[in-house]
């Protein structure tokens, strides 16, 4: 018998009003500076949101927001890199050029919706740095919790269908957008750049609509890039510029941020941007989070207590999820959800009966079809992405 | 074209919301009292609230805030002097560093 095996027996025979002793450690927390300025602040179009910075404004959504299978507009967390641009849709217009492209286009938002067919896409929005507050030794950025991500379903123009309006020519290598944001001072102006192959995936969209109404003017307003699968950092807001180039780009937040160490976590699909030393952060991790109870809400001993959550990853789409009660031991399947879509998270639900008084940890961890897996241990990189390690969340049982 | 009224009602709504900047109440936020606050606020705030500063705060050591203003200084651009950083360094790792306590 192992270890971990004797301490399943010992707590499982415990009568009930005993207290469960401690299986795991727990989580690491937020910086204790993030934890007192987050406070709840609501801006322009959004309901109260944890402020993580007011500028630029960085807005947080709260975790009891994700039991809606979609996360109201209102509710949808904020990222800026620079203050929120002012865009007017009777001035909007998109331009196409680069040397990748054989005619330069300039659309209005009435020509671009009239020229081209509408399509749309569930699609998980997650920022790099979600999670990164959690990281152990905590890393410098955005102290991000759980909430710098939401799921919406997008509407708009294929990206593909433009780009081949605009004619390809046979040495376009990446597409870069850029937003109407303009960077402060000396500061380099946030653009980024997407390989040919996921420019032309058929569900990469300019969106102008998140779930039936126009984009908020924090989430992007009047168009952004819709990048299924791809961390938010592409998903260019208050899209105004496309460049078809012919060389890898070099703008620094592709060449110097958003980078993760080379092969740390898998190929990146993105070849032309990969140097020897690290590679563009591109897909998301498989990943799964727990949204109810309230993890403040007393459980009862004996009572029924339904446990749900969402899992998601990076388009291979949720196969399984499991969850743990005694501290990683044993691991039962937890109900899925219906299937939203492959890059849409998917809810799953378990129930149980907590059995003695004192401190339930549950643990949870997802299953994409790709194969792939959460980890047990973080990851560790110096700009805190992909923090997807199993959850261990504590319940309070009376 | 917006397939229904509403849609185009709510664009038009939203447009008008463009034009008004989110507020903020950056105000509100305290730094702690000390030698070099005058600098980190003249220089820091240029650019974002000084909420960065908390919620970064309190792991980093001198050599981290050091990065950090380099950083700042030489990729974004912050026009501060290499005497005004010094200060600032240090004013950051004694009230936001790593053994401030706070």
Redesign the interface.
């Known amino acids: 018998m192992d270890r971990r095996r004797f301490l399943l027996n010992s707590t499982g025979t415990i009568a009930g009003g005993l207290l469960i002793p401690r299986l795991v450690a727990a989580e690491e927390t937020l910086p204790a500076g993030a934890v007192s300025s987050g406070i709840l602040d609501a801006i322009p179009g959004k309901r109260p949101l944890i402020k993580r910075s007011y500028r630029p404004p960085n807005y947080e959504t709260p975790v009891s927001v994700f039991r809606e299978e979609y996360t109201p507009n209102d509710a949808f967390y904020v990222r800026w890199h620079s203050g929120l641009p002012e865009v007017s849709l009777a001035d909007w217009r998109l331009r196409i050029a680069g040397p990748g492209v054989q005619r330069p286009r300039e659309f209005t938002h009435d020509d671009l919706t009239r020229r081209f067919k509408m399509a749309q896409v569930a699609a998980v929005n997650q920022c790099s740095g979600n999670r990164r507050g959690l990281f152990s030794p905590h890393v410098p950025g955005v102290q991000w919790g759980y909430g710098a991500m939401g799921n919406a379903i997008w509407r708009g123009v294929r990206l593909k269908d433009v780009l081949e309006d605009a004619g390809l020519t046979g040495n376009a290598l990446e597409v870069v957008g850029n937003g109407a944001d303009a960077p402060m001072l000396t500061s380099p102006d946030f653009a980024k750049s997407l390989p040919m192959w996921k420019a032309l995936d058929p569900d990469t969209l300019i969106a102008f609509e998140m779930n039936d109404a126009p984009l908020p003017v924090s989430n992007g307003f009047p168009a952004r890039l819709v990048v299924p699968g791809w961390t938010a950092t592409y998903w260019i807001k208050a899209l105004a510029d496309l460049q078809v180039t012919d060389k890898a780009f070099d703008g620094f937040w592709m060449k110097t941020a958003y980078r993760v160490p080379k092969g740390m976590f898998g190929v990146s699909g993105f070849e032309s941007q990969d140097t020897e030393q690290n590679s563009p952060i591109t897909s998301i991790k498989v990943n799964s989070l727990v949204v109810s109870p309230d993890p403040g809400a007393p459980l009862a001993v004996g009572r029924r207590t339904e446990v749900m959550g969402i899992a998601w990853d990076g388009g291979s789409g949720i196969s399984g999820v499991e969850v743990s009660l005694d501290g990683g031991a044993k691991w039962r399947a937890a109900k899925l959800g219906r299937d939203l879509g492959r890059y849409s998270w998917r809810q799953w639900r378990y129930a149980f009966k907590p059995r003695a008084s004192g401190v339930q940890t549950v643990m949870v961890r997802a299953f994409a079809r790709d194969g792939s897996t959460q980890v047990d241990k973080l990851v560790h990189n110096p700009a805190g992405y992909h923090h997807n390690v199993v959850q261990k969340v504590d319940f309070h049982v009376a | 074209?917006?397939r229904d009224s509403r849609?185009a009602a709510?664009?038009?709504a939203?447009?008008l919301?463009?034009?008004?900047?989110?507020?903020?109440?950056?105000s509100a936020?305290v730094l702690a009292d000390g030698d070099g606050v005058g600098q980190v606020k003249a220089s820091c705030s240029?650019?974002?609230?000084v909420?960065?500063?908390?919620?970064?705060?309190?792991?980093?050591d001198a050599t981290?805030w050091d990065?950090?203003v380099t950083k700042m200084v030489k990729?974004?651009?912050?026009?501060i002097t290499p005497e005004d950083s010094k200060i600032i360094v240090a004013y950051l790792a004694k009230h936001?560093g790593k053994d401030s306590g706070?």
């Open positions: 074209m917006w849609v709510a664009f038009i939203a447009t919301l463009a034009a008004v900047p989110v507020r903020a109440d950056e936020l240029i650019c974002h609230s909420d960065y500063i908390l919620m970064n705060s309190p792991f980093q981290g990065k950090t990729v974004m651009g912050a026009p936001y706070g």
